[in-house]
C-alpha cells in the first residue's frame, strides 16, 4: 500500500470503522467485548495484508494480564489470549488463503509469545552480527519455557474453549542485511554466519527437540532457508510505492533483478518444507 493509505488507515484505526489490527483487538484491550471483524486489503498477485498498527502496543500490555489469568484458568485470559489467533483465521477463511504469515518484531514480548504459539512453523531471520547470536539463546530457552506452559494451560481447560495450538515447529534460519561488494560479502559475514549455524542448531533446535522432538526435527544443521542480502535504496523505494522492492520505482535494475531471485529461492525452500501440511501458518 502507498504511503498515503498506510496513513489514513493509522489515523482512522481507533475510530469505530477503524481498519488495523489493533482496530480489530480494541475492544479486547479496552475490556469491552471481543475482537471486532476487519477486512483484508489486496496488495499484488493475490497477496493479502492486515495493517499492523504501532497501537498494538496497548494490545500488548493487556496480553501480560489475559497470560496470568490463562495460567489461573480464567476465560477471559483465555478467550483473549487467542483473539488475535481467532481473527486471523477468520480472515484466511474468507479469502480461502494458502499460507499466512506473520511479520513479527525481534523481541520475546507477550505479543510474540500468542503469535508464536498460533504458527505452525516459525522462521529466524538473523542479521550477522554478535547480538543475533546471543539474542539465539535467549529464543530457544523463552519458546520451550512458553510451549510447556501453553501445555499445561491447555491440559486444564474447559471443553469448547478455542485455543492457541501452541506447537510451533522450526523451519529455517535466513542471514540478512550483510553488504556485498563486487561478488564478496564484506565485513564478518562468514564469521558470523558460521556462529549462526552452529547456534541455531545447539541453542534453538536442540532446545526445542528436548520439549518435544517433532517441533525441530532437523538432523544435523541450522536449515537455511536462503541469505537476503542488504538491498540499500531498494528497500524506502519499494515501501514509497507499496510493491515488492524488485518491483521498486527507483534503484539498479540488475539489484532487482537479485531480489526478486532470492526471495523467489526462500519461497520455494518454504514451500517444499511445508508440502506435507496444507497451507500454514508462519513468523
Known amino acids: 500500500m502507498e504511503d498515503s493509505v498506510v496513513n489514513d488507515l493509522l489515523d482512522s484505526s481507533d475510530a469505530p470503522n477503524g481498519k488495523t489490527l489493533w482496530s480489530a483487538l480494541k ?30 502496543s496497548k494490545f500488548e500490555g493487556c496480553l501480560y494480564d489475559l497470560w496470568t489469568e490463562s495460567l489461573n484458568r480464567k476465560i477471559r485470559g483465555l478467550k483473549g489470549s487467542n483473539a488475535l489467533s481467532e481473527l486471523v483465521n477468520s480472515c484466511a477463511s474468507s479469502c480461502k488463503a494458502d499460507y499466512v504469515f506473520y511479520d513479527t518484531g525481534p523481541n520475546i514480548g507477550p505479543l510474540n509469545r500468542v503469535i508464536l504459539l498460533d504458527c505452525d512453523h516459525f522462521i529466524i531471520p538473523a542479521a550477522c552480527d554478535l547480538f543475533s547470536v546471543r539474542a539465539l539463546i535467549t529464543l530457544g530457552q523463552t519458546l520451550a519455557t512458553w510451549v510447556n506452559d501453553w501445555t499445561s494451560i491447555r491440559s486444564f481447560s474447559p471443553d469448547g474453549i478455542s485455543m492457541l495450538p501452541g506447537r510451533p515447529h522450526y523451519l529455517g534460519y535466513i542471514p540478512q542485511k550483510f553488504r556485498v561488494y563486487g561478488d564478496l560479502k564484506v565485513g564478518t559475514f562468514d564469521e558470523y554466519a558460521r556462529d549462526i549455524d552452529k547456534h541455531v542448531f545447539s541453542d534453538v533446535i536442540s532446545i526445542l527437540r528436548a520439549v518435544d522432538p517433532l517441533l525441530a526435527d532437523q538432523k544435523s544443521t541450522g536449515t537455511k532457508l536462503g541469505e537476503v542480502r542488504d538491498f540499500s535504496q531498494l528497500v524506502p523505494s519499494a515501501q514509497r510505492s507499496g510493491t515488492p522492492i524488485w518491483l521498486a520505482k527507483d534503484g539498479n535494475p540488475d539489484l532487482k533483478n537479485e531480489a526478486k531471485s532470492t526471495f523467489a529461492g526462500i519461497a520455494t525452500n518454504i514451500v517444499r518444507m511445508t508440502k506435507s501440511r496444507k497451507g500454514g501458518t508462519l513468523t
Open 27 to 56: 475492544p479486547i484491550e479496552e475490556g469491552s467485548g471481543s475482537y471486532r471483524e476487519i477486512k483484508t486489503f489486496e496488495t499484488n498477485n493475490g497477496l493479502r495484508l492486515l495493517p499492523g498498527d504501532i497501537k498494538l
